[in-house]
Structures are given as structure tokens and as C-alpha cells.
């Protein structure tokens, strides 16, 4: 049933604050591209995905791909949360021995499609994906996130180029544009923009919205395809960090591990204690 965006908001604030403890107890970074996915995450699991938790592996489900893999804790936090596997197994993120590692492995835990976080090579794979659903004759479709500077890579135009000729319109990219990547700003290491007019040079349906206003995202979710015939992509404007004030736009938080005491600042802010 659908979820209204105030439910919404409190799934994404909740998961925020486990992926904050997730990181400090792991000592595990890129918890500012974290923050920046989750409402693209929350949207995507709890109101557009024809999933069902208990039988991860069903052959009409839908299937999304973390192409930007160094966000696994999100990734994993919302599988957690959405009933994939208990919530317990989140604790030994980047332990020895874990299923969890730092940029996920290929089905390390139920929902995860594919080993993500080589850049570049996530949309490659849902490509893939959307093909063996047409030759297969299984109607499901395939959500594909990206991280802007992963927009870098050219095996990202190459694969957009396959998809817009193939009309691959079961197909669907969110691009998390939250401007920042490792070392810069997104636009200032490439020449990013205008990104939405090189989509749509590739052959592709594009739109763009907020990536944190769950109802105008959610909409343009729940119509892909979007009748086009195209494969769609959305260009989410994000913020890095979002959710908590001294993380938002600043890039230190691709690498920094936040303390005990930013732990507890941080879950404040969200409402969390």
C-alpha cells in the first residue's frame, strides 16, 4: 500500500541515524554520498519496487543496482529496515569475516543484484538486466543509481548510448547530483554540465527534481516507464550529508568518521534522542 511522504520522512530520518552509528562503530567512510541517497532509497523500496522481501530472488521482481557501491551502508540499512535480514547483522559492517563489507559483494545479503563500487560499471549491468527481461519475456524493471562524478566514466555514455538504442524503456537511471565527488566539486573536475542536456543528446526520457522531496520524487518514480518509450533517467538534486547541519555540503564527510559525541549531535538533529 502506498506510504504517504511524512511516513516516509521517518523511515529516511531513522535510517540516517543507523547509517551514522553504522559508520562510527565500522570506522567505515563515504557516509556524506550515504546521507545524500537515502530519500532516493526510501522512495524506491517503499513505494515503487515490485519486491518482496521474503523471496529476494522472485524472477518477476524488480531490480535496482548501486552502481556508487561505496554507499553500501545505506544500501544496507534500507534492506534491513524494508525486512530483507535482520536489522542484528547491520552491526558487523567491515568486520572480519562479514557479509557487509564496505562496497557490497555480489548477493552478500538478500536484495543485493550485483558487486557495485568499481565506478562506472553499474549501469553496464542493469543494461544487461533490462535486455534478459525483454528476451526472457519477464516484465520487470531495472533502477540504476549513479553518483555524478561517477558520470566521469565513460562506460556510463557507452551503456546510455545501448539502452537509448535498444528503447530499453523498462529502464530507469537516478542520478544522486549532489555536486560534490572525492576531491571536488563534480562540475569542476569534468565538465558535468549541462548534464540533463547530455542525457537527453544520448536518447533518453529526463526529468529532473529534488532528490529530498519525497512526494515530487516518488511521482516521478511511480511513472517509469514514463511512457516515452525511452529508458528514463532523473536527476535528483541532492545534498552531501543531507540530514544533519554540520555534514551537509561538506565533502571532509566523504572520508571522515564521526565521533561518539557527533553521533549523538547528529541522531538530535534528526529527531532521533
Not at 34 to 41: A, N, Q, R, V
Not at 67 to 95: D, E, I, M
Not at 99 to 111: A, N, S
Not at 159 to 181: G, S
Request: hydrophobic share 40%.
Amino acid at each position: 500500500m502506498p506510504y504517504n511522504p511524512t511516513e516516509l520522512k521517518s523511515l529516511a530520518q531513522a535510517i540516517r541515524g543507523r547509517v551514522i552509528e553504522m559508520s562510527h562503530a565500522a570506522g567505515a567512510a563515504h557516509l556524506g554520498s550515504c546521507l545524500s541517497c537515502i530519500d532516493i532509497l526510501v522512495c524506491l523500496y517503499w513505494d515503487v519496487l515490485s519486491i518482496e522481501p521474503d523471496n529476494a530472488s522472485a524472477p518477476s521482481r524488480d531490480r535496482f543496482i548501486l552502481s556508487k557501491g561505496h554507499a553500501a551502508s545505506a544500501l544496507y540499512a534500507t534492506l534491513a529496515q524494508r525486512g530483507f535480514f535482520p536489522a542484528a547483522r547491520l552491526g558487523t559492517l567491515a568486520c572480519p569475516g562479514s557479509d557487509l563489507e564496505e562496497h557490497p559483494g555480489p548477493h552478500c545479503v538478500p536484495g543485493v543484484e550485483a558487486a557495485t563500487g568499481s565506478l562506472g560499471h553499474g549501469l553496464s549491468l542493469g543494461v544487461g538486466m533490462a535486455v534478459a527481461s525483454r528476451v526472457q519475456r519477464h516484465p520487470f524493471r531495472v533502477y540504476v543509481l549513479l553518483g555524478d562524478g561517477e558520470c566521469n566514466e565513460g562506460s556510463v555514455w557507452e551503456a546510455a548510448l545501448f539502452a537509448a538504442a535498444q528503447r530499453l524503456e523498462n529502464l530507469t537511471v537516478i542520478v544522486d547530483f549532489n555536486k560534490w565527488q572525492a576531491t571536488g566539486r563534480s562540475c569542476e573536475v569534468m565538465a558535468l554540465a549541462p548534464l540533463k542536456d547530455k542525457w537527453t543528446a544520448f536518447g533518453w526520457s529526463v526529468h529532473e527534481t529534488d532528490g529530498h522531496d519525497l512526494q515530487a520524487l516518488g511521482g516521478l518514480l511511480a511513472h517509469t516507464p514514463d511512457g516515452s518509450g525511452k529508458p528514463v533517467a532523473i536527476l535528483a538534486h541532492t545534498i552531501k550529508g543531507k540530514g544533519v547541519s554540520f555534514m551537509e555540503d561538506d565533502n571532509n564527510w566523504h572520508y571522515r568518521i564521526p565521533t561518539a559525541e557527533e553521533v549523538m549531535k547528529a541522531r538530535k538533529e534528526l529527531g532521533l534522542s
